[in-house]
């Protein structure tokens, strides 16, 4: 049996025990039908697609194209959408401290330029992140600018000479990382 290593020490973390102010994650218990089903069931099938590891592209963070929205599609976003603060801002549990002084630059110039971005993703642990990612080395972060169209923003960020790999996504998350310049 192979173990998998243990992820990097992260000492951002520390900062979410300090800040008071974010709110509190409960994971409810399963529904006591769901409990009763998987008690009185056979052990789930390791080759079934519910049990399976998601293929590249899929898993939570990841939801599939709604029906009728076309893959290419404009992305989803709300123009309306006004950002929670103006300057950098980041969803609870993400951290910018671990990212490279590059990728801090490219951040600082997308909030100077829009005037706010929201950070949904850093760095990542192996088990979460795909083969090749640069989120488990923290070099590769997931944003939004809220209320701006994402294909305007990836097009201006696109532009930077210092930014390597870039992609928009369906849903209106952009990425940006230190890789070799490419979009994927």
Same mark, same amino acid.
């Given at each position: 049996?192979?173990?998998? +290593?243990? +992820?990097?020490?992260? +000492? *951002? ?5 300090? &800040? ?6 409960? #994971? ?27 293929? =590249?592209? /899929?898993?939570?963070? !990841? ?13 989803? *976003?709300? $123009? &309306? /959408? ?14 910018? #401290? ?12 997308? @909030? ?8 949904? @993703?850093? !760095?990542?642990?192996? !088990? ?14 997931? *944003?939004?600018? $809220? ?5 305007? #923003?990836? =097009? ?13 996504? !369906? &849903?209106?998350?952009?990425? #940006? ?5 490419? +979009?994927?």
């Amino acid at each position: 049996m192979m173990r998998a +290593p243990l +992820p990097p020490q992260r +000492p *951002f973390d520390l900062e979410l025990l300090s &800040n008071p102010t974010l709110p509190l994650i409960v #994971v409810p218990p399963p529904a006591p039908e769901a409990q009763a089903a998987s008690s009185n069931s056979t052990p789930p099938d390791p080759t079934s697609p519910m049990t399976a590891e998601p293929d =590249e592209g /899929e898993g939570p963070e !990841w939801p599939q194209l709604t029906p009728g929205q076309k893959a290419g599609a404009e992305p989803e *976003f709300d $123009p &309306n /959408e006004k950002p929670d603060r103006p300057g950098i801002s980041t969803d609870p549990g993400t951290s910018t #401290v671990c990212l490279p002084q590059r990728l801090k630059l490219i951040l600082a110039k997308i @909030s100077d330029k829009y005037g706010a971005v929201k950070v949904t @993703s850093t !760095w990542r642990p192996p !088990w979460r992140a795909r083969r090749g990612s640069y989120h488990k080395r923290c070099e590769a972060m997931d *944003f939004r600018v $809220p209320g701006v169209r994402p294909r305007s #923003v990836i =097009e201006w960020v696109r532009a930077l000479p210092e930014v390597g790999g870039h992609k928009v996504y !369906w &849903n209106g998350i952009l990425h #940006v990382d230190t890789g070799p310049r490419r +979009p994927w």
